[in-house]
């Protein structure tokens, strides 16, 4: 139990800042169809930001399932976040052969988006809520109904 306790409190310790004050995250970033993808433009809507790699076997996994999600929900938009230091061509022609409906970002692995930071692990998805606040984050592989469940729940306000 003890154990249990001191794991939960580490993990606390190590969350990214906006994640315990409730402030909304920000992430400005390029995408790879040169577009450019603000999340506090998506305010009003379901945003699921997923750190992936193309060497992640869950990561690559997850993925259909993210797209079917995504799809399925005209409230939800995602972001997948490639966290890796390799050349984008090899991401590009990783993507042909595994197409995704959401909008890809290469993250620079030295400079990682400031509110959210280096994942402790692969995959790492935060579901972002309509008022822009985290509601849930998960470090693993996500599935579609895992998405559902944590975008059914209205988040607290005073969170």
């Keep these: 139990m003890i154990r249990r306790l001191l794991a939960v409190a580490a993990l606390a310790l190590t969350l990214p800042a906006f994640a315990a004050d409730g402030t909304p995250p920000q992430l400005k970033i390029k995408t790879f169809d040169g577009k450019s993808f603000d ?12 750190y992936w790699a193309t060497w992640c076997v869950p990561c690559i996994k997850e993925m259909p399932d993210i797209s079917a999600f995504v799809k399925g929900r005209k409230d939800v938009v995602a972001i997948g976040l490639a966290f890796e230091d390799t050349d984008p061509k090899d991401i590009e022609a990783f993507l042909k052969k595994h197409p995704v409906s959401y909008d ?3 993250v620079d692995v030295m400079e990682p988006p400031k509110d959210f930071g280096a994942p402790k692990g692969l995959p790492t998805t935060w579901i972002i809520a309509p008022d822009g606040r985290v509601a849930k984050q998960f470090v693993g592989p996500v ?4 998405l559902k469940d944590a975008t059914s729940k209205t988040p607290d306000p005073k969170r």
């Design 39 to 50: 999340l506090a433009a998506q305010r009003g809507k379901w945003v699921v930001v997923n």
């Design 104 to 106: 890809i970002a290469q």
């Design 143 to 146: 599935t579609a109904e895992k």
